[in-house]
């Protein structure tokens, strides 16, 4: 069986594709292609969160499915599903499977058993560990997933429809693979989640919270790199900072998405906490992690947000100036509460202030990254540049895979999931430059 798979979405879709892969060579056995020509089975994991999410995962499964061959099978898994998967099972007759967000792991069984398309069942795969299979990131960095789902009520968010309450790993289970990756040799482990500060594990007579999980994690492996995705500003505890701060090894990168800066906005959104507890949060980054890069998301045009509000937003983001910022126009959902809320904002006056916006963190991030040139930092390399061979690319600490800028190396040479030492020579927002060095 030749399998063919298309992640959208998140890293932790991602996840979601390795471990449906890893079931079904487990259950069927065969190989991954580089190409749809080339497979028996296409395997379209979407993302359902927001209108453009559904657009683009609508788009891929009819390109995908113009070309498709008789024998070819079609499997469409994930949130959209999820969120649509009735109406979908009608107006997409071309999709063979549809499973939505399920146990991924009986999702990838499921599939293999229903493909009938095989003269002769091939050797099954036996190497390949349960709910795991590195096909989605190159061998020197893997995301792991820590809990599912998300028990935040945000008025604007269907994760808790789609994915359901959030539901914790044990914490022996992601030690035990975090081990498993290190030993293949990856170099940097990014622990995601919906809300990472909510992980909580009632184990014997205790209560593991992500802090401990840190610890733990470092007491017990060796991975050089421990990246933290999707922190709740209201779970960013002065422990958990000093814990990052204590520990060389979990990158000094905080991506904390606040969504908005006013305390009305906030209150509307469902975000339990004000402009004076985000003040409170950013001086004791500052305080207890004054190297660290700060990312953070923010939402603008939420329903009766004011001309004062997006002054409260505009003035905050000068003042705490964020290394990186991801602007996002609020979108409308229709199962979502904040559909019901009055005073839609206009898309132009939208779209008016995130281009305000995302001009001052240009200026920002423009100055931000001068202040590198000249220092020499640690890179992981990640290969040959996708614009030219002359050039290698990684990444420094402060960006993480597939959000952030990368280091370009003009200089040196390296194998892919190298660490190197890199002397930066120059900015071009959001990328550095540098050369290696010997140190």
Not at 7 to 35: F, Q, W, Y
Not at 202 to 226: F, K, T, V, Y
Not at 287 to 314: C, K, N, S, Y
Request: net charge negative; charged share 25%.
């Amino acid at each position: 069986m030749k399998i063919f798979a298309v992640s959208l979405g998140c890293p932790k879709n991602s996840i979601d594709t390795e471990t449906t892969i890893a079931s079904m060579l487990r259950h069927r056995g065969g190989v991954l292609v580089a190409e749809p020509s080339e497979a028996d089975v296409i395997l379209i994991n979407t993302c359902g969160f927001i209108k453009s999410a559904v657009t683009e995962s609508i788009d891929m499964i009819l390109s995908i499915a113009q070309d498709k061959k008789p024998h070819q099978k079609l499997a469409v898994i994930g949130c959209m599903v999820e969120r649509y998967g009735d109406v979908l099972r009608m107006e997409l007759p071309e999709v063979d499977f549809f499973a939505g967000t399920n146990d991924y792991e009986s999702v990838g069984r499921r599939i293999a058993e229903s493909v009938q398309a095989f003269r002769a069942p091939q050797k099954i795969s036996t190497d390949i560990p349960a709910g795991r299979w590195l096909a989605a990131t190159p061998p020197w960095r893997a995301y792991v997933k820590i809990a599912e789902g998300c028990s935040n009520r945000c008025t604007y968010c269907l994760i808790p429809k789609l994915r359901g309450d959030m539901r914790c790993r044990p914490p022996s289970e992601i030690l035990k693979e975090v081990q498993e990756l290190a030993a293949t040799g990856v170099k940097e482990i990014s622990l995601v989640a919906q809300d990472l500060t909510a992980y909580e594990y009632m184990e014997g007579h205790g209560r593991i919270d992500l802090a401990d999980l840190l610890l733990l994690l470092m007491q017990n492996s060796d991975i050089p790199w421990l990246r933290l995705l999707y922190l709740h500003p209201n779970g960013v505890s002065e422990r958990l900072l000093n814990i990052i701060a204590s520990q060389e090894r979990i990158c000094k990168y905080l991506d904390i998405p606040i969504q908005h800066a006013s305390t009305e906005v906030l209150r509307r959104m469902g975000r339990p906490y004000s402009t004076t507890d985000l003040e409170a949060l950013l001086a004791s980054i500052r305080r207890i992690l004054p190297q660290a890069v700060l990312r953070t998301t923010i939402m603008v045009g939420f329903p009766q947000e004011t001309h004062g509000d997006h002054a409260i937003m505009r003035e905050f983001l000068q003042k705490w100036e964020f290394d990186s910022v991801g602007f996002f126009i609020y979108s409308d959902e229709e199962e979502a509460p904040s559909h019901r809320f009055s005073d839609k904002v206009k898309i132009r006056v939208a779209k008016a202030r995130e281009m305000e916006l995302q001009q001052i963190q240009k200026d920002i991030a423009h100055r931000k990254l001068k202040t590198m040139i000249g220092k020499i930092m640690p890179v992981l390399v990640e290969g040959v540049s996708h614009e030219t061979e002359h050039l290698l690319v990684g990444r420094i600490e402060g960006q993480a895979p597939e959000i952030d800028g990368v280091v370009y190396i003009n200089d040196g040479t390296a194998q892919p999931g190298e660490m190197a030492h890199v002397l930066i020579s120059d900015s071009y927002p959001p990328d550095l430059v540098g050369g290696i060095v010997n140190v």
